[in-house]
C-alpha cells in the first residue's frame, strides 16, 4: 500500500491552555501515519530518519474532523520518502483546510537495526509523478548542499 489516512475527531485531551491541539500532538499523528504508510510498503518495521519543516497554517480545535494523509512520494534503496498532509475541519459542513504538510523518511531495519533495502515505488498517475519529481529535486538540491559543506 502506497498511501493510508488516519481520520479521527480532535479530543479535548489533546488541546493545549488556548483550547488548540498541541503542535507536538500533531507531530506525534505525522509520524503514525508516515510509519503506517512505511510499514505497509516495506513489510518491515521501520524508523524515522527525518522530518521536514513543519509550518502550522491554522490550529486544530477541539471536535475538528482530522485528516492526517500519508503517501510514498519515492524511494531510494533503503529510504522511503514520505509526504504528510494534515487536514482538519468542521464535521458538520464537511470543510477541511490544510493545517500542515512536511516530507518525513523511514528506512527499513532489521533486528540488529542495521538498514534494509527496499522495493522500488514506481509512481503512476501524475500527481504522484509530479511529487516524486519534487521531493527528487529536493534531495539532489540537499546532496548538493552537503557535498559542498
Request: aromatic share 6%; net charge neutral.
Amino acid at each position: 500500500m502506497s498511501s493510508i489516512t488516519l481520520r479521527f475527531l480532535a479530543e479535548p485531551s489533546t488541546v493545549n491552555f488556548g483550547g488548540k491541539v498541541h503542535g507536538g500532538t500533531v507531530m506525534k499523528w505525522i509520524d503514525e501515519a508516515g510509519y503506517a504508510c512505511a510499514t505497509s510498503w516495506a513489510k518491515l518495521y521501520c524508523v524515522t530518519v527525518s522530518v521536514g519543516s513543519i509550518r502550522f497554517q491554522r490550529p486544530i480545535m477541539i471536535g475538528d474532523l482530522v485528516e492526517v494523509e500519508a503517501r510514498l512520494a519515492y524511494t531510494g534503496r533503503t529510504s522511503m520518502n514520505i509526504s504528510v498532509e494534515v487536514r482538519a475541519g468542521d464535521i458538520k459542513t464537511g470543510r477541511m483546510e490544510v493545517i500542515t504538510e512536511c516530507l518525513v523518511v523511514f528506512v527499513a531495519v532489521d533486528p540488529a537495526g542495521q538498514t534494509i533495502p527496499v522495493e522500488a515505488w514506481m509512481p503512476e498517475t501524475p500527481g504522484d509523478i509530479a511529487l516524486a519529481q519534487r521531493v527528487k529535486a529536493h534531495l539532489d538540491a540537499a546532496r548538493a548542499t552537503q557535498l559542498s559543506a
